[in-house]
């Protein structure tokens, strides 16, 4: 009966389809009709968001288990979803019934329900929070192993956050190619098998180095002095701050020039944020103890408008990942209308396009570190021979040339397609995937880079998690704006740029030029808020001493409870 009245449905389409644009037709979990109230929008959109799990990971890291015992704990759960999957796929009564896709409807398929559904979601969700808890607390927990009082040792550091990006890339173009011909070849349940023993492996090795490890400990609950800082200010937000700023509570009152003690709060509120310094004001009544949530210390105060003042920053890179979801759809349909013949029996194909940036950062990523950094480092004196913001602004600069490249190609292979009956090679597509691996060399490292040397003492994981949930923001937004381009341009174009899923009839140079627009409003945008960030600096950007190591570098080092011991004093 559902089978009949889908046909039904879509034969009515059909009909009345030069009447009136067509809707998608949506079902819930039940394969009922969904309705507008109950189902979709932005709360169902949330739970698709994976690498926003990246944030619990990042959270339970610097709050209660430290960035060890999280890897460990979490790479036991995505072991057990790709264990799952496995097995799913290879036992015969979990599978559910084979449907070729290319050669059906699709209404011919049978749904997985009941048990065969409950398992896949379970373990797709494992993996999903297993991955997601894993990888922010696998960068912080490396660069934690090296000391930023060590000048030596902060250069070691830029090179690890390279290494690291270098593994990233090595470990996707694996996935990419042998990964996929192993599943193509040999079966899914092969393939999940491989992904199991390969995320074992890394397992063993991580338990391997224990005996080595500098541990962090966690330092509680994250976001209780955060709280206790805006809520303390919204309290007395109608006193007035006094005009000497070592009246207020914890300020030190001997010495003008400012610490970074983590073993106690004698600090200077900032100007930056202003407003945040009055949870600082003392009760007249200096008898009277108040709470910490009417009064706070400038290390709460001046950790808060870190957190505050790097959201700009991250907001900035969420076009860049808006780029980066395009590119890995649209031009998988591009080189599928393309030659992709390289001999008369080799053929490229076309989701394989998704390997080439990896293979330039591959290449690229070693060349940089060896010898543009120690160049760069001669001119500029910082350790990663650019800082991380210059890094992230050349980053989303180039992102936006992908873009042109883009868009100039795909009119070209319209032109040729629809005009001349040509079709061209698909190694015309390539440009737009070399300088968007560029960019993504300089734009994601350099914002990882960024996020850890921000980090205030407890919190390197949950920043780092940050840097993850900006793909989460971008992919969401490229849906949300292929939607609003259909919606916007359906008047003038039958139908909207990308509504015929036909890129011969669609129009995808325009929409790579609209991209290639918002990249660079974004990159002003950028700009203003990096020099925003330069200009008004936290306390901990100011150079405390004569012979610091790190004079003029952008380590912000706070901790939020300043009565716990030194965190860095490491556990060997």
């Known amino acids: 009966m559902e089978m009949e009245r889908r046909r039904d449905f879509k034969g009515e389409n059909n009909a009345n389809a030069n009447a009136m644009p067509s809707e998608d037709v949506t079902v819930d979990w039940r394969g009922r009709p969904s309705n507008s109230v109950s189902h979709g929008g932005m709360r169902a959109a949330a739970f698709v968001l994976v690498f926003l799990l990246a944030l619990v990971g990042g959270f339970l890291s610097d709050s209660y288990l430290g960035s060890f015992w999280t890897m460990l704990i979490f790479g036991f759960v995505e072991l057990s979803g790709f264990i799952l999957l496995s097995v799913q796929a290879h036992v015969p009564q979990l599978k559910p019934p084979q449907c070729n896709m290319l050669k059906s409807d699709g209404n011919e398929c049978v749904e997985a329900k009941g048990l065969k559904a409950l398992i896949f979601f379970v373990a797709l969700y494992l993996v999903a929070l297993g991955s997601g808890c894993v990888k922010p607390n696998m960068i912080a927990h490396g660069a934690d192993q090296f000391s930023p009082q060590s000048p030596s040792q902060s250069k070691t550091l830029s090179t690890y956050f390279n290494a690291a990006y270098l593994a990233f890339s090595i470990g996707e173009l694996i996935a990419l190619t042998l990964l996929v011909w192993i599943q193509t070849h040999s079966g899914m349940d092969v393939g999940f098998g491989v992904s199991a023993a390969v995320m074992a492996l890394g397992l063993i090795s991580l338990v391997a180095g224990i005996f080595y490890y500098r541990n962090k400990p966690p330092q509680g609950p994250i976001f209780t002095p955060i709280l206790q800082v805006f809520v303390a200010a919204l309290l007395k937000r109608k006193q007035v701050c006094p005009s000497n700023p070592h009246m207020l509570h914890g300020s030190q009152t001997s010495n003008d020039k400012v610490g970074l003690s983590s073993h106690s709060a004698n600090l ?107 160049f760069a480092r001669k001119i500029t004196g ?35 397609a629809v005009n001349l009956n040509q079709t061209i090679s698909i190694f015309w597509i390539t440009p737009q995937f070399l300088i968007f691996g560029l960019s993504e060399m300089f734009t994601a490292v350099g914002l990882i880079e960024f996020f850890y040397k921000q980090s205030i003492k407890g919190m390197q994981a949950f920043l780092t998690a940050m840097t993850y949930c900006s793909y989460s923001f971008g992919f969401y937004l490229s849906s949300l704006l292929v939607s609003m381009v259909n919606k916007i341009t359906s008047s003038s174009s039958n139908g909207g740029w990308l509504h015929d899923n036909n890129l011969n009839k669609d129009r995808l140079d325009l929409f790579y030029w609209l991209l290639a627009a918002l990249s660079f409003l974004n990159l002003l945008n950028y700009l203003f808020w990096s020099k925003w960030f330069d200009e008004h600096p936290s306390v901990s950007q100011k150079p405390q001493h004569n012979d ?25």
């Not at 913001?389 to 040729?416: Q, Y």
């Open 268 to 374: 200077i509120p900032t100007q930056k944020f202003r407003f945040l310094n009055k949870a600082c004001i003392k009760n007249q009544d200096e008898a009277a103890k108040e709470s910490p949530w009417r009064l706070c210390t400038p290390n709460q105060v001046e950790q808060v408008k870190i957190l505050v003042s790097v959201v700009p920053i991250f907001a900035c890179t969420i076009v860049f990942n808006t780029i980066l979801a395009q590119l890995q759809t649209f031009s998988v349909q591009q080189g599928s209308l393309m030659n992709t013949q390289l001999t008369k029996s080799l053929h490229i194909p076309p989701a394989s396009l998704q390997s080439i940036p990896y293979i330039m950062l591959i290449l690229i990523v070693p060349l940089y570190d060896t010898f543009f950094v120690p």
């Open 382 to 416: 910082h350790t990663s021979g650019i800082s991380p913001l210059k890094r992230i602004g050349f980053g989303l600069f180039l992102s936006a040339f992908s873009m042109v490249s883009a868009a100039i190609m795909e009119k070209k292979r319209r032109d040729s």
């Open 548 to 572: 610091n190591p790190h004079h003029g570098e952008d380590y912000h080092i706070y901790n939020f409870n300043s009565s716990k011991n030194n965190v860095d004093d490491y556990v060997p």
